[in-house]
């Protein structure tokens, strides 16, 4: 059936800002969606309040509301556009759950909006645990014996019936909030309480617990007419009772027999058909008997889900963007395949590769957290890496967590405490892969390994081959090591640095070494059909094989972009954005554009925004071998975040040209000690300050300062290890835990500004003139972390005199440090003067949030200079500026309820709202604003 006709624009509603368990994947999908759309000439408009996305970008909608995601938006945006349908299935469950609430109010009806992609009534029966049940057990699909509760007494009664392991399951969450396992009688009490409150309908589901099961999900989609297409199946390296966003994954999967994966692939298709006659996307979810093979329904989700975007990087197929088409009418047979673009896409991926994804957590963010892993999801963001075997990508995946580890292994950072290793092994958090291979290299037993862990043999294997490897490999040194077993550790995913460490030998060795003996990297194509077909799609790993799928153009000049990595607190999803635009910007200035990247959630890993996409770690190694291959006329490293500056002492180092403002003045901005001494020689006021390497230095310099104190780490990310001390012995125990930490870095205390106002600048230079594109002012004092303040643009009473002070503040500092690009500057302001705490030579994180807010696209701009293509002369600006611009942090503090919920230097939100009010009489800002009131009065 060809597309409706009679569908002219679509409303696609985002999910909102970035928390723990709807991360950026979802922008992804939204964003997908919208170009999908507007390819087949339908007006999109699409709301979402999130500004650090691409998703609430003018260049992936027509009609871009940042408002909040509630009843009354819709209602606005009804009135003013002639919205036909509406699609809820790309912003996650809080797309879903205001598409429902608009249902259930007949907002939809009243407005003559159709739902599409969509069944309402198959979410209430997924969502639903009860209703679940009932329906797997009219489909024929085994499910867990278990009962709904409403009420505390009834779940005791429940569980009474059921006995002991159980599983509660709140209806109506997301992430598994609120969810868990229970061993025992002691434990439940607590759980069932935690569970109803948690459930927005006071509801759970108690039903037997299959810990220990092998888990699996498979992608699937299906159009109007019942075509119904897998895919991507993805195993779980970690049993049942870990959330699957908590959880390693493989794709494709790597333990099913294939007569177990038919019967998997018939229930799927027959659970999909079951629960309603949608046309798009579904995740289902099975647990697997590790002996019996026996399957269990787990879950289904009728929508574009977490796993959705990972899917679509491992296949190559684009799942938002053919679930949109589907959505309006079309059936698979009429699309085309995307990635060969001559075959249909009516048709099943198949991976000649292999996949891993492990998820990214932030625990130090939230000290003295539960760290164990279970049925909520705890991780802020995921790497994926991509091999020609299991072993190859899950040490590349590793070497993409940016962790300090140089992969699985071969870093001398091995945990040697037996009884640590086991109680890892038995209560897994967020290292116990590593701890897996501590086991085997301290020769405790396969066997007990398994019993504690419950991961399937298969995979304990792969990492035991790869400790009797090492063993093979530290038999020899550089000179000895024969090109065979060389090959081998390649192949298998072994870094050079890791390489170097077992022959004991420097990584230029080991690199020099490899080189002289042949073994290089090639690049291999992401096809989607095993090279079956030609592919035309320039999305490529790399792997140590014969033939190169990668062939460099010599006629065009390039750049790389380097993206941010994983996301995580401090570094998230705006930086992502900049990634995007500086792709777009270069694209513009007429350059090939390459991007490094290995998160699976972001836009820029799409196959379709850069000219080439090489899915890699943002690791040395790979970057090194991409430019030594590529040969581009240099880097842009100012996008990434903190990830991408920290390689630009080594690109220096290796002659590579890094585009922009020059590493020794980023190196500058990021030594504390050296930008202050250049404050002091521009006459620029700081705070007063001072160095120290050991904690008796610290009290002595304490003495000329005077407390509080403010102690900061060079080169780190959202305020990492960051603390405000008020007397001796908080200190010299901070000081002693930092170098213990982070030995080797600078260490500064500053006077602490005590009671000050806070502001940032964001601007652009060229290296002569300087644009400042927004000044903000923090809600709350100095001493909170500007990604944890609320912050508003234009500033709300900041009178002419410190305006003018940060103006020149901000030229001058721009131009000191010889920025050519963007740059970010802090101040603090007491007593009517300007205190300068911090200047960053790059993308901020409020880029993006005045970006939105002017509607300008100033990292496009700022590219362009970069690149030398461009002059601030050369720019027409006009912002657009009405009333206010609010942006409000967001918190995940319901995932960890027992940690310190106290902001301050240190980041701790996920990500943030952005409000726009048109006085400062209006209630949203008055309410905010007495938070300053409560925090100057403590």
Known sequence: MPKDSSIKSVLIIGSGPIIIGQACEFDYSGSQAARSLREEGIEVTLINSNPATIMTDNVTADNIYLKPLEKKSIIEILKKHK?????????????????????????????????????????????????????????????CIGKIASSFLQGKEIAQEIGYPLVIRPSFTLGGSGGGFVENADEFEKALTNGLHTSPIHEVLIEQSILGWKEFELELLRDSIGNVIIICSIENFDPMGIHT???????????????????????????????????????????????????????????????????????????????????????????????TGTTSAFFEPTLDYVIVKIPRWNFDKFKGSDRRLGLSMKSVGEVMAIGRNFQEALQKACQSLEIKRNGLGADGRELKDQQAILKSLANPSWNRLFHIYDAFKLGIPFKTIEQLTRIDKWFLHQISELVHLEKDIEKHN???????????????????????????????????????????RVYKLVDTCAAEFEAKTPYYYSTFDQENESYPTSNKKKVVILGSGPNRIGQGIEFDYCCVHGVLGAKEAGYETIMINCNPETVSTDFDIADKLFFEPVFWEHIYDIIQYEKPVGVIVQLGGQTAL???????????????????????????????????????????FGVIEDADQALDLSKRLGFPLLVRPSYVLGGQSMKIVINEHELESHVVDLFKDIPGNKVLLDHFLDGAIEAEADAISDGKDVYIIGIMEHIEPAGIHSGDSYAVLPPYNLGDFVMQQIEAHTKKIALALKTVGLINIQFAIKNDLVYVIEANPRASRTVPFICKAYQENYVNYATKIMLGEAKLKDFKFNPVKHGYAIKEPVFSFSKFPNVNKELGPEMKSTGESIYFIEDLMDDYFLKIYSYRNLYLSR
């Open 245 to 339: 966003g908590d959880s390693i994954t493989v794709a494709p999967a790597m333990t099913l027999p294939d007569t177990v994966y038919q019967e998997m692939r018939d229930l799927a298709i027959r659970m999909m058909n079951g629960i309603g006659k949608f046309a798009g996307g579904c995740n289902v979810q099975f647990a697997v008997h590790p002996e019996t093979d026996m399957i269990i329904g787990i879950e289904i989700n009728p929508r574009v889900s977490r796993s959705s975007a990972l899917a679509s990087k491992a296949t190559g197929y684009p799942i938002a963007k053919v679930a949109a088409k589907l959505a309006i009418g079309y059936n698979l047979d009429e699309l085309n395949n995307q990635i």
């Open 646 to 688: 920290k390689l630009a002492e080594k690109l220096n180092r290796y002659g590579i040209r890094i585009m922009g403002t020059n590493y020794e003045s980023l190196d500058l901005a990021e030594d504390r000690g050296s930008f202050s001494k250049l404050l002091k020689e521009n006459n620029i006021p700081y705070p007063e």
């Open 83 to 143: 919205i036909d349908a509406v699609l809820p299935t790309m912003g996650g469950q809080t797309a879903l759950n205001l598409a429902i609430d608009c249902e259930n109010a007949g907002i939809w009806e009243k407005f003559g909006v159709r739902l599409i992609g969509v069944d309402i009534d198959a979410i209430e029966t997924t969502e639903d645990r009860e209703k679940f049940r009932l329906k797997m057990h009219e489909l024929g699909v085994n499910v």
């Open 478 to 520: 550089i000179d000895s090591i024969p090109a065979d077993l060389f090959r081998i550790a390649k192949e298998k995913g072994y870094a050079d640095r890791q390489i170097a460490h077992l022959l004991d030998c420097l990584e230029s060795q080991v690199y020099k070494k490899r080189n002289e003996l042949g073994i290089k």
